[in-house]
């Protein structure tokens, strides 16, 4: 059985960084596609980043430019490298990969900019 385990989230200031990681375990398989959504308190889930298994990275538009998405594609693991955080940043960051026609999920790692 194939999970997501996420990691890096928590709190931190203003203009601060913050590296989120997520590995897919159970797996010898190369995940196809990995990316990465965000969800703040009442509001829908985002696509943030996303990344295919030849290095084509993809970015919403909050996060042009502030955002680097990367993997390591030996360790089956997904990087977001998040700086110039601001209080509107604070959400649940969710991972999701992609093999073949399978679509997992992580269960989310809290990010919270505050002040």
């Known amino acids: 059985q194939v999970t997501l385990v996420e990691s890096g989230g928590g709190l931190v200031h203003p203009g601060e960084s913050l590296r989120l990681s997520c590995a897919a375990h159970?797996?010898?398989?190369?995940?196809?596609?990995m990316e990465w959504y965000r969800q703040a308190p009442g509001k829908q889930r985002d696509e943030v980043a996303r990344?295919?298994?030849?290095?084509?990275?993809y970015y919403g538009d909050s996060g042009k430019g502030r955002l680097t998405i990367s993997r390591d594609g030996a360790k089956n693991t997904v990087y977001l490298q998040m700086d110039s955080l601001k209080p509107e940043h604070t959400a649940v960051y969710y991972c999701?990969?992609?093999?073949?026609?399978?679509?997992?999920w992580g269960q989310g790692t809290q990010v919270t900019v505050r002040p």
């Open positions: 990344i295919t298994d030849d290095g084509y990275a």
């Open positions: 159970g797996t010898s398989n190369s995940m196809h596609t």
């Open positions: 999701q990969a992609a093999w073949r026609s399978y679509v997992y």
